[in-house]
């Protein structure tokens, strides 16, 4: 096993796709379980803070420590098996998802859960219970995974197996590898009826896999995951299309939305029911503007969708999108349909890139990223929308709308051009997140909490509920020496 102390050697680790930056004393590099038990006795011996590193690409700052030591787990990244019998798969936490992706598209088969930076490492996803482009059908992370791998900040090892371990009540009873009973008292609180990711997974008669998926490496270390895969789609119908009226794209998405639901609901043939949902608004087209000379110039926002289709209803299924178009005055003549593998990659290439010249504009104002991760029930999603907009623009303050709003979950961007500006984005974001929870939506709808958004949770959840969590925490790790600062703010 590799141990790292040289600055020059593990700098890399030392901050996340954020821009936050941190600090450690030795990078750990385990090729295997029994490497992780080993370093994980020794710091809880001696009381040594111990933080896990993914790839980096996370956006809160939860792969970044704040002293102690770092475990990096990309040398644990063998795909140990793909059967496509079983639709299964077992893989190491340090599997880059654009590998794995690949291998399974290579059988004819997909692993949904799809976040924007591919080159994630899959652990860093089961330990945000992270989303993407098709969470819209599919739902996040937590959906596919059938089996973990964990080891406890004490070096023990808990092996979890989707349905084996299920609560009762609120109450649920472990054995460790080492034979040791671990019995939980859950705290009960409400979580939110959204896509969330923002702390314990925690409700009556629940599976206790669910507790350890978005952790966010708080609880235990990811050594091994099994997860559940689907057929590959026949086809797939792909459009960006362009509104020049901003209420009729929010529109269109409500109803497709709804419809979608609706299909799934009562299982109908033939009707629309959308793979991705995802908006973007005037200032992102104008983002993007010198890279995608075809968007339109007086297009207010944008709506990209999906559809699974088969080749003999492709044009039926076409057909009824095109009248849906119609009916909210979307531009038809400007649209981008994707008609071949080509087109469709440019088109995934158009929904990526906003979200890389964002890095890259807050990385060259050496600021750290101030995007929202909010989410609210649907019939509430107007409502945040336009209350966040009109914050930011009653300050000046540039910014740019995108993404998930199939489900009512946007990322709202500031680009502050200063560090005063950037103390006004952090009061703007602050009541943008009281707007989502007063709403009774969440903070994190997909990145997690990490580090930088601890402060949120807190007003999501209340003194009394984090306290509860921190007395969860203490069950697995009693002398809080793993994720120190991620998810609370609270370390004793």
């Known amino acids: 096993m590799i141990i790292k102390t040289s600055p020059d050697e593990i700098q890399n680790y030392l ?11 030795a990078v750990y590099f385990p090729e295997n379980e029994q490497d992780i038990s080993g370093i994980l006795k020794e710091a809880s011996i001696k009381n040594t803070p111990v933080t896990i590193s993914g790839n980096g690409t996370g956006l809160t700052g939860a792969r970044v420590p704040q002293g102690g030591i770092v475990i990096s787990t990309e040398k644990l990244n063998k795909i140990i098996e793909i059967n496509k019998e079983q639709l299964s798969a077992e893989v190491e936490p340090g599997v880059l998802l654009s590998d794995f992706q690949e291998k399974v598209k290579g059988q004819n088969l997909l ?61 649920i009873s472990l054995k460790t590898e080492a034979g040791r009973i671990i019995n939980i008292a859950l705290p009960e609180y409400k979580m939110p009826a959204t896509k969330n990711a923002a702390g314990y997974y925690c409700k009556g008669n629940m599976d ?29 119908i792909s459009c960006v299309i362009f509104f020049f009226e901003e209420t009729d794209a929010l529109n269109f998405i409500a109803t497709a939305r709804e419809i979608s639901y609706n299909t799934r609901l009562k299982n109908s043939a033939g009707e629309i029911d959308a793979l991705a949902l995802e908006y973007f608004d005037e200032r992102a087209l104008n983002f993007l503007r010198d890279d995608y000379n075809r968007i339109p110039d007086n297009a207010k926002a944008a709506v990209w969708f999906e559809q699974e289709v088969k080749q003999e209803n492709e044009d039926a299924y076409f057909e009824k999108w095109l009248a849906l178009i119609s009916d909210f005055n979307g531009d038809e003549e400007s649209a981008w349909f994707a008609v071949t593998e080509e087109d469709k990659k440019k088109i995934l290439e158009f929904r990526h890139s906003i979200s890389v010249k964002i890095n890259e504009y807050i990385s060259k104002k050496n600021l750290k990223k101030l995007g929202t991760d909010v989410a609210v029930p649907h019939e509430k999603f107007k409502e945040l929308y336009f209350y966040s907009k009109q914050l930011v623009q009653e300050q000046n303050l ?5 993404r998930h709003a199939g489900n009512s979950h946007i990322h ?81």
């Open 111 to 171: 692993y949904p859960p799809d976040p924007t930076e591919k080159n994630c490492f899959i652990g860093g996803t089961v330990a945000t219970n992270a989303s993407g482009e098709k969470t819209f059908k599919y739902g996040p992370t937590r959906d596919y995974i059938t089996e973990l791998n964990i080891v406890l900040p004490d070096g023990d090892i808990l092996r979890l197996k989707r349905g084996s371990n299920i609560a009762v009540g609120y109450n």
């Open 412 to 492: 709202l961007n500031m680009l502050p051009d200063s560090e005063e500006q950037y103390k006004t984005g952090v009061s703007l974001y602050s009541e943008i997140c009281r707007k989502a929870i007063e709403l009774g939506g969440t903070v994190s709808a997909e990145h997690g909490i990490g580090k930088l958004k601890t402060g949120y949770f807190n007003l999501m959840y209340g003194e009394d509920t984090i306290h509860k969590m921190i007395g969860l925490k203490k069950i697995f790790d009693p002398n809080m020496i793993l994720g120190k600062g991620n998810i609370f703010n609270i370390t004793t």
């Open 208 to 236: 206790a896999i669910d507790l350890f998926i978005g952790s966010e490496g708080t609880l235990g270390v990811i050594s091994k995951i099994k997860l559940k895969l689907v057929p590959l789609p026949e086809k797939l």
């Open 15 to 25: 901050s996340d796709a954020s821009n936050y930056k941190g600090f450690c004393e």
């Open 398 to 402: 540039a910014y740019v709308i995108y």
